[in-house]
């Protein structure tokens, strides 16, 4: 009898058979909806640690007596204004609710900028948004205008800064203008790279017999925009983009060049790839196929772009603006990365837990989407199938900035050639098209799909290491500066574990109103319960929380040193020697590790103001070209520079299937 052509493999069965097991379908189905803690978890209650009004006071905002120029605004108390934003938004007390309500159609979801840190020296500010809806008719909104000049003004007082110091902080003083040795000191140590990130901006800044003699006048604000020029620009074709600077006369704007989280995906599994060979032979992991997944060159670029926001604020005395695309993956993690250098706070266990409460949870990282703790089908595929079929993750792909624009533009004419009912195809992936509907004062962003669907995957797409990447990242600066940390890198492992274990309900959710939909704190453990409980485990021994800005290593900032950054070994369950390479003394940690994270090439990518522009993709009046030998001349004459080269260009090709996710 001939075989059966619709005889169902045995491997197929089995697979199917583990599969119905494992999809669970709906958020409350996971471990952290019945988990019971044991007795000491019992003594505390994580969700009560963050307490928004507590840290905005902490920050001089919200105060009794004097708000320092800011104000906490209701207007999201029911998160109809934005649902992935908090319910209290920290905004300048000039801009009243009405102006947000205008302003939040400007913004992809809604995503309007509001304060996430503010200076308790200098009071200058680092706020976060989405991306504006440009567009190509280049849209604009005076209420967005205006929201982001109010920000930028927040520091103004009756005298200069530099005569203007709070006695209870007078030792702490970081003014750049006083010339005082600790400052000196930390401009020192900025790297080659950093050095040519401040020129490169210190050439946009304009001439100073132009601008009036008044406090404010040396401030030097800046947009950053985390993407890479060439994305940023393309986006304007689905009607996203970046500012036009025309209409932002008081700032500059930076590229930083940082890859989406489909590329950081990618990289990771690049990662796994080049580890897996070693759980099963006595030989180590691939150094080189380590070192072609770009996973340090992705963490040396975050954390230059950090950085470089953290000197903007502490030692530029300027406000600061992230965003990417939606605003809650890259822009969560420089965010946090440039508070982490700017205030000793957040490097106590306590203030780490609040600033992932306030820059992740609150801010609406969506952490149940990036971590995909639900089933996927695509996780059931027979083995010789994935190998076969699997082209996302070689190593041979390349692409270019061209050929991502094309892409760019041959997705934005099927987007404006079907119906605009299908758009929410795409309902929570970065770069997510909206109109701006000029018809009513606001376009809130459209609420995520409901938590607890009948039948819910993850969707692999979406899922990508930014937060891992975040911890990453503070390993770094644990590990380049030992004593300026209360916890121990066993804390930052630990909480990457819980990050996927769904026991705790802290990670399972995409935003402040899901978890207040799914009664999250009644119903799950905080994951901050587990640290608390076993406290002494995570402290480091060599914390040293004494501040004194006039001695070396007991300074209030701290910078990255990028080419510094390494393998975070114990992460990936591998020794230092085998990931990182035995220690030499004769040999330098870049040359050591052979990543291309040693080359410190700076993360900032393209400069525009409202009168120039440059960099590869840069949008506006260009003055200068980026190319392969430097740069060309641009306004007060830098010429020769080393200016950051190839990031566009490193890129994987993208077919125009995931155009619409992928470019941003």
Request: some cysteine; charged content about 25%; proline content about 6%.
């Amino acid at each position: 009898m001939p075989p059966n052509p619709r005889r169902i493999p045995p491997a197929v069965v089995d697979s199917l058979a583990l599969s119905r097991l494992y999809f669970l379908g709906r958020i409350d189905k996971l471990y952290a909806f019945t988990y019971q803690p044991p007795p000491p978890e019992r003594e505390f209650n994580g969700w009560e640690l963050y307490d928004a009004r507590k840290e905005w006071a902490r920050q001089g905002v919200g105060c009794d007596g004097n708000d320092n120029g800011w104000r906490i605004s209701e207007v999201n108390t029911d998160y109809g204004f934005s649902p992935t934003y908090p319910a209290l938004l920290p905004v300048p007390s000039s801009i009243s609710d009405n102006t947000l309500n205008y302003a939040a159609r400007y913004r992809s979801r809604a995503r309007v900028p509001v304060l996430t840190y503010r200076h308790p020296i200098n009071n200058c500010s680092i706020t976060r948004s989405s991306q504006p809806l440009v567009g190509v008719r280049q849209n604009r909104s005076i209420q967005d205008e205006k929201l982001l000049a109010a920000i930028f003004s927040t520091s103004r007082t009756d005298r200069p800064l530099a005569n203007f110091t709070p006695p209870h902080m007078e030792h702490d003083s970081l003014s750049s203008t006083q010339g005082d040795v600790s400052s000196n000191q930390m401009l020192t140590d900025l790297t080659n790279a950093e050095e040519l990130e401040d020129e490169m901006l210190e050439s946009f800044r304009g001439d100073p017999e132009e601008r009036p003699q008044v406090y404010g006048a040396q401030q030097h604000n800046l947009i950053v925009d985390a993407r890479p020029t060439v994305n940023a620009f393309a986006m304007q074709a689905v009607g996203l983009g970046s500012e036009n600077m025309d209409n932002y006369k008081f700032a500059t704007k930076a590229y930083l060049g940082i890859d989406n989280i489909h590329v950081m995906r990618d990289s990771l599994n690049k990662v796994v790839d080049a580890l897996k060979d070693s759980d099963v032979t006595p030989l180590g992991p691939n150094r080189d196929q380590l070192a072609r997944s770009g996973w340090l060159k992705h963490i040396a670029g975050i954390l230059d772009g950090a950085g470089l926001i953290a000197r903007q604020v502490g030692l530029q005395h300027s406000h600061v603006l992230i965003h990417c695309s939606d605003g809650w993956d890259r822009t969560g993690q420089l965010s946090a990365l440039s508070q982490i250098c700017l205030d000793p706070y957040f490097r106590t266990m306590e203030g780490f837990m609040v600033l992932v409460e306030k820059d992740w949870l609150s801010f609406g990282h969506m952490f149940r989407h990036r971590t995909g703790p639900l089933s996927s089908e695509k996780w059931f595929q027979i083995e010789n199938e994935r190998i076969g079929g699997d082209s996302g993750r070689g190593f041979g792909e390349s692409g270019g900035a061209s050929k991502a624009i094309e892409n760019a533009f041959l997705s934005a004419k099927g987007f404006f050639n079907r119906d605009n009912t299908s758009r929410d195809s795409l309902p929570d992936s970065e770069g997510e098209m909206q109109n701006c509907d000029s018809d009513s004062p606001r376009k809130p962003g459209s609420a995520p799909r409901s938590v607890v669907s009948e039948k819910e995957v993850t969707k692999v797409k979406e899922t990508s290491p930014v937060f891992h990447q975040f911890l990453d990242a503070t390993y770094q600066l644990l590990y380049q500066y030992p004593t300026r940390f209360e916890f121990n890198e066993r804390f930052l492992r630990r909480l990457l574990y819980h990050l996927y274990s769904c026991q705790y309900g802290t990670f399972l959710f995409n935003s402040e109103k899901e978890r207040v939909e799914m009664k999250a704190k009644e119903r799950t453990r905080s994951v901050w319960d587990y640290f608390l409980a076993r406290r002494e485990q995570f402290l480091n021994p060599k914390y040293d929380p004494q501040i004194d800005d006039h001695k070396r290593g007991k300074e209030r900032l701290i910078f990255p040193r990028i080419d510094e950054v390494r393998w975070w070994s114990e992460a990936f369950g591998r020794t230092d020697a085998e990931m990182n390479g035995v220690r030499s003394t004769s040999v330098t940690p870049s040359a050591r590790r052979g990543s291309p994270a040693s080359e410190s090439t700076p993360v900032l990518t393209g400069i525009e103001t409202a009168h120039h522009a440059v960099g590869s993709g840069a949008p506006g009046n260009v003055t200068g070209n980026a190319v392969p030998t430097g740069m060309a001349a641009v306004a007060s004459g830098i010429s020769n520079l080393s200016f950051s080269k190839g990031k566009e260009n490193s890129q994987e090709p993208k077919n125009l299937s995931q155009t619409e996710l992928e470019m941003q």
